[in-house]
């Protein structure tokens, strides 16, 4: 059967039905099809349409398609053309004709943004649970190395020591940004377009506040001709998506870095690698890889839409169809990508000796010393070419920091006065140089601290404001 076609004279070829048909995959809608269609039984009761004894009995029914379609046969041998159809063609076996009141005053195109909206909700809901889950595990994965010196790198170069707790708190604050950024799109999600007829807004008066409380929206959208035409709240989570996606390839990328022979810091767990068909001694990264590559794909789902939506016409047009391949692979993969990082950040460690050793055999101390000397009087661009010239003596000489000493330092230049000596030894030695950066914000080791307490009581703050379906 068909929602369409009193106009036509034939049906459509059996080649724009293979091209133009969406059950192979939007039939993932069905329980907010049913849902949403329950809701709108209900309204149709309040205008008159239905009796409370037929309202009654297609709510039924509904509910007991919604427990068939759970059952692999569902689905089997169905040609409809979508998932709409489908839930109306086995509303009438049920019902008979009762089953065409459903649609009196209800657009496909307000019922296809229904749907999704009610999808997308859950699933951004879901993906929020799985984040902060992830973020939890990033800190405990710094709590459990609190003291742990690292480098920090510019150009990929080693330039200041840093604790490892701030440098896995530097992703915190990039997932903290993610989460609210699918705290914003459900906010955008969370509208309800039904009522809004094909276009123009309903023939009939449905209450849209008492149907948005029924299926449990914030608010109802303001123009029925933006509501038809409207993806950006699909558009909202694919960019949310995107971020998270973005941020977890570039930790992905850090911790296969930090992980191979060449850097060794890390080691990852036997259940997040895998090994080679040929080289028995391999043991590879795969499950980062995986994650690294999948974000590629969650990116060209946002731009797969934003390239669908930039030149349609006002109001609704079949391109829009295009939106939910893109959108549901993307929620496919933002999740299990989260997923995966949990379990490669709870098996990972951190060999602390491997890091320390590299900051201690390294000129990451370079800008300590150069601001010593500003606090001593010295200006800071005449400190940084004293300590410049220090650095490339040492490169020449093969000295390392910790190979000078105060009196060394002194002899070197007249502005290492005597009586910075003891200091700046002392500054020789990585740790000593992170006191002077307890700044909010910085990695001076109580700044980290407070940091760190922060940011498991915003986390607990983010499990409190955890949206209701």
């Known amino acids: 059967m068909k929602l369409w076609g009193g106009r036509f004279a034939e049906g459509p070829s059996e080649v724009f039905e293979r091209f133009s048909g969406s059950l192979h995959f939007d039939r993932r809608l069905i329980g907010a099809d049913i849902r949403g269609s329950q809701a709108f039984a209900r309204a149709l009761e309040h205008v008159g349409i239905l009796t409370a004894g037929e309202r009654e009995q297609l709510v039924a029914a509904f509910d007991q398609l919604l427990l068939e379609s759970s059952a692999p046969e569902f689905f089997a041998g169905a040609t409809d053309e979508d998932v709409h159809t489908v839930v109306i063609r086995k509303l009438k076996e049920k019902v008979g004709a009762l089953a065409e009141k459903i649609h009196t005053g209800r657009s496909r195109n307000e019922q296809v943004s229904l749907d999704t909206r009610l999808w997308l909700r859950g699933e951004t809901e879901a ?5 902060v889950d992830f973020m ?3 800190l405990r994965l710094a709590s459990r190395h609190p003291h742990a010196v690292v480098p920090g790198y510019t150009h990929m170069r080693r330039a200041q020591a840093v ?12 997932f ?16 309800l377009p039904l009522g809004s007829g094909a276009l123009a807004g309903s ?24 509501v038809s035409g409207d993806r950006d709240f699909v558009l909202d989570f694919l960019y949310a998506a995107s971020m998270i996606m973005l941020h977890l390839s570039r930790l992905a990328e850090d911790w296969i870095l930090y992980s191979n022979e ?30 690294r590559g999948k974000s590629g794909r969650v990116i060209g789902s946002l731009n797969a839409l934003l390239f669908t939506m930039k030149g349609l016409p006002m109001t609704y047009n079949r391109d829009m169809q295009e939106d939910k391949e893109p959108l549901f692979d993307a929620v496919d993969q933002t999740a299990m990508s989260l997923a995966m990082a949990r379990a490669v950040a709870d098996a ?21 010393l150069a601001e010593a000397l500003a606090r001593n009087g010295t200006a800071f661009h005449q400190a940084h070419r004293i ?26 230049a007249p502005e290492f006065t005597a009586d910075m000596a003891a200091h700046l030894a002392a500054l020789m030695q990585p740790r000593e140089g992170m006191k002077s950066r307890e700044i909010p914000g910085g990695t001076g080791p109580q700044a980290v601290a407070e940091a760190l307490s922060e940011a498991q009581n915003r986390l607990r703050a983010m499990r409190g404001q955890a949206q209701q379906p």
């Open 127 to 131: 993906v929020q649970a799985l984040l």
């Open 136 to 138: 939890d595990a990033l």
């Open 163 to 174: 604790l490892w707790p701030h440098y896995i708190l530097a992703y915190f604050e990039m």
């Open 176 to 191: 903290a940004r993610d989460w609210q950024r699918l705290q914003q799109a459900h906010e955008r999600i969370n509208v």
């Open 203 to 226: 023939g009939f008066p449905f209450d849209r506040q008492e149907m948005a409380r029924d299926l449990g929206f914030a608010s109802v959208t303001r123009n029925s001709m933006d």
């Open 262 to 291: 060449e850097f060794g810091w890390l080691h990852l767990a036997d259940g997040v690698t895998s090994g080679s068909s040929l080289m028995p001694q391999k043991k590879n990264p795969d499950s980062l890889e995986l994650i």
């Open 348 to 368: 990972v460690s951190l060999r602390e000796a491997v890091p320390a050793a590299a900051v201690e055999d390294s000129w990451v101390v370079a800008a300590d």
């Open 387 to 412: 300590v410049g010239r220090l650095v490339l003596e040492s490169v020449q000489s093969g000295r390392k920091p910790a190979d000078w000493t105060g009196a060394q330092l002194i002899a070197f």
